[in-house]
């Protein structure tokens, strides 16, 4: 079986990881500045992105290039790396996400290339590389791995430096002889040692960036906090008789480090989370595949990016498929949860289309590329999930604003509470400055919107609904009016024959095999509910062939049609009775009907009467009843006739139905719902809702029915399920919560560490506690949004058709009819 090699880092690559150092950009960025290569890691920024990658990369003036970050520890990181971006001639624009540690950059080929960008970002002392690099993984790894080593050395000279300090917490007076006091001390100042060269590095090196660059992030504080215990504790150390030598603080000093990296460590492998499944979803695809020689005889193995369309390739059992195409050898079940939203596997045989990035599951198939790179829906979702891990939603962008200068407040506050406590004692004036400069660091505050946001985003993307924009989470959970489309939203595209009922004499079979064979001449909804009926009743092909096909637009058929031997001719129409130039047939069923009639000597004599109906989501009723019960107000507004608007409202319990509504009509309505105080969203097909979707505060776009870089909705469903809708409702009203208790949590938090610190009453062990737990608590409580509503996506009964009616329902014509 053939296995896809992993591309091995080259030696300096390797040493960097090893060592934990970065990757030196000017050994591996210049690669990127091979244009060929800039699609491994962005997109043209003005292209369609349905349209494929162009073969001359240059042609595109503009890139979109997605990157990770390494060294990123809080918000201030991210400000401080988008505004060194910008600062780079030729760079756009540039957006950094904290919680994902990733960065959209916005370049201009003519006046930037990729490696001067990326200098740029290692000159402010972090490290960048292409999103969708399998090296990407190694170095958050290994950064991983770092992280853990810090914790336990930490952990373990904590325990070490407890021990000798327990005496002179409990020895009385006299109990400890002098040199017994500092050999304690020694003891302690060398098993510090570590903690402070090795542990605190971080700490260190990110505020020696800070103060070369003339800039404040949350390391700062902390990283000034650690240095005064030491430097205090080493004096007291090494001069007992000194200002400082009434007491030494190196259990507060190990402490507080091993909580901090405690916080640090856990907060890093939930926000690895986050990051972890958009790193799954973009690296679904294979590195390699492989693809039929030009001579037709055998496979070769090459690079996905290589493939061109029309291609073929062979997919091995548990691959994913590289590319969209459709199946010319073989037959198996597809994965496509990622795509739909469908959990249960879907069977796909020869001749049948595959999509790029869902999962073959049973056995080797032959598959044509059809479409490949950015052309691919696959592309259209990374990209979104991309574009959506970098937006920053309006309470994050207030809290970033707030950070830096409470830093600055943070500085400030510490020496004035230093300046205060000298004159009492040196020592605790320096311990009281350095608990107000760890416990006031806001990282909790800047963490608590959007790792809530990215969380929520996530557990929708899995559920099968992409979030194209954060900000409408906020929107949606403020929502009290939902306005639907009919058409392709409320009920499915197309019809469905419900019952049918045939002329006297006239076996209900026949005249549906008949009508099926004139149906499949045109593409109209009513005959394509006709084909179906057929093909789901498995009646055997009518004897009768086409002689002569015309279609009336907006009429139905006229078609002449022969027997086998063509001896026989007969002269049919199928349509409104209008077209058939006949009357209904006498029936108590409702809606829309179709006609088959065949001409009798001059006159027009019907055959059979089928009755149609709109194709209602079955669970349409329910989530409607659902949001009621939530409080949400439901309107519908059609295009549609106003007969058939008025059957659906009625149907689904909806009051406030209109039909015949153009686009403008639409969005004339939803204004002015606006305007009386309601939070509307919008939930249409996308294909002609732009406009109201545009409109509305938020909206959702059936995926199925509009290409998703077309949409302009706030929330894509790639499923086929309103459930989604409600789910998606209730998620970010809960999301919204989380996030007013983050904020809440930590101002509460500040408003009650700050007094007690500046008065003296919290040590510096407790402070770092403090911090590192608020941040853990903030990140803890969103993370309870991955699992807070059963998102399972569509149900696979929804997709079926309705069935045709049960053959008892037929109603023959009764004895007064023609």
């Known amino acids: 079986m053939f296995q896809t090699t992993p591309v091995q880092p080259r030696p300096d690559e390797q040493a960097a990881i090893d060592t934990g150092s970065p990757v030196q950009p000017q050994a591996s960025s210049h690669l990127l500045d091979d244009p060929h290569e800039w699609s491994s890691f962005g997109r043209p920024a003005a292209q369609n992105p349905q349209a494929p990658i162009p073969e001359d990369p240059t042609e595109s003036p503009v890139w979109d290039s997605f990157v990770v970050l390494e060294g990123m520890h809080c918000a201030a990181c991210a400000l401080t790396i988008e505004e060194a971006l910008k600062a780079v001639p ?25 490696s001067q960008w990326m200098e740029a970002v290692a000159r402010a002392g972090y490290h960048a590389m292409p999103a969708r690099d399998a090296f990407a993984r190694e170095i958050r790894l290994a950064e991983t791995r770092r992280a853990l080593w810090r914790w336990l050395v930490a952990g373990f000279c904590m325990m070490q430096v407890m021990m000798y300090a327990w005496p002179a917490y409990n020895a009385k007076p006299g109990d400890l002889s002098l040199e017994m006091e500092t050999l304690l001390r020694w003891a302690s100042w060398v098993i510090s040692l570590p903690v402070v060269l090795f542990c605190c590095g971080p700490f260190f090196k990110s505020a020696l960036k800070d103060i070369g660059q003339r800039r404040v992030s949350m390391d700062l504080p902390v990283a000034i906090g650690m240095l005064i215990t030491f430097v205090i504790s080493t004096l007291g150390t090494f001069d007992p008789s000194g200002p400082f ?3 030494v603080f190196f259990d507060s000093l190990t402490m507080f480090v091993f909580f901090l990296l405690t916080g640090r460590w856990l907060e890093l492998r939930l926000r690895d989370r986050t990051a972890g499944a958009l790193e799954a979803v973009m690296n679904r695809l294979p590195d390699s595949v492989l693809r039929l020689k030009p001579d037709g005889d055998e496979f070769e193995r090459v690079a996905t990016r290589r493939l061109r369309t029309g291609d073929v390739v062979r997919v091995l059992t548990g691959e994913a498929f590289p590319a969209d195409g459709t199946i010319v050898r073989g ?72 950070a830096r200068p409470f830093l600055v407040v943070v500085l400030l506050a510490a020496l004035a509470a230093a300046i205060w406590w000298w004159p009492v004692d040196h020592g605790k004036a320096m311990m009281v400055a350095v608990a ?47 306005v639907f489309d009919k058409t392709g939203t409320l009920t499915r595209d197309g019809l469905v024959l419900r019952a049918l009922t045939p002329a006297e004499g006239q076996s209900a079979d026949e005249v549906l095999a008949l009508a099926a064979l004139l149906a499949r001449q045109s593409m109209h909804p009513a005959s394509r509910s006709l084909v179906k009926a057929a093909q789901a009743a498995q009646l055997p ?76 989501r079955p669970e349409a009723a329910q989530v409607i009843a659902d949001l009621k019960k939530h409080g949400v107000s439901v309107q519908l507004l059609s295009g549609d006739r106003s007969a058939a608007v008025q059957t659906v409202a009625a149907k689904l319990g909806i009051e406030q139905a209109r039909g015949d509504c153009q686009p403008q009509d639409k969005l004339a309505a939803m204004q002015a719902a606006q305007a009386q105080g309601h939070q509307v969203a919008m939930v249409g097909d996308g294909l002609n809702d732009g406009p109201v979707l545009a409109g509305a505060h938020v909206s959702f776009a059936f995926g199925r029915a509009v290409p998703l870089a077309q949409s302009r909705a706030d929330f894509v469903v790639l499923g086929d399920s309103l459930e989604l809708v409600l789910q998606s409702l209730l998620l970010a009203r809960r999301t919204l919560s989380v996030v007013r208790q983050n904020l809440g949590w930590a101002a509460a938090y500040n408003a009650i560490s700050i007094p007690l610190a500046l008065m003296g009453w919290m040590p510096a062990w407790l402070a770092g506690l403090g911090m590192a737990l608020s941040s853990l608590l903030v990140v803890a409580n969103a993370a309870r949004l991955a699992r807070a509503l059963p998102l399972q996506g569509t149900d696979s009964n929804a997709s079926d058709p309705a069935p045709l009616a049960p053959r008892g329902t037929v109603m023959p014509l009764t004895q007064g009819g023609h």
Request: hydrophobic share 45%.
């Open 90 to 114: 030729g760079v756009e624009g540039a957006e950094v996400s904290a919680a994902t540690r990733r960065a959209r950059v916005v370049w201009r080929h003519a006046q930037v290339l990729p």
């Open 245 to 247: 030598g009434h007491e």
């Open 331 to 402: 037959s198996t079940h597809a994965d496509e949860a990622l795509l739909t939203g469908e959990s249960t596997p879907v069977l796909r045989a020869e001749g049948e289309m595959v999509t790029a990035g869902s999962y073959n599951l049973d056995s080797v198939v032959d598959v044509r590329v059809d479409s490949v790179g950015e052309g691919t829906r696959f592309a259209q979702i990374v990209g979104l999930m991309e574009s959506a891990s970098l937006q920053k939603p309006r309470l994050a962008q207030l809290a970033d604003k707030v």
């Open 436 to 482: 107000v400069l760890i416990v006031t660091c806001p990282c909790a505050l800047s963490l608590a919107t959007p790792v809530a946001m990215l969380t929520a985003a996530g557990t929708l993307a899995r559920g099968g609904v992409l979030v194209r924009n954060l900000q409408g989470l906020e929107a949606l959970a403020s929502v009290d009016t939902l």
């Open 541 to 616: 092909a009518t004897s009768w062939q086409l002689d002569s096909v015309q279609e009336v637009a907006g009429s139905g058929l006229d078609v002449w049609v022969e027997s086998a031997d063509k001896a026989q001719r007969r002269h049919l129409r199928l349509g409104s009775a209008r077209h058939c130039s006949v009357a209904e047939l006498a029936s108590e069923q409702a809606g829309r009907s179709v006609m088959l009639a065949e001409e009798v000597r001059g006159d027009w004599v019907p055959l059979v009467q089928f009755h149609l109906s709109e194709d209602v």
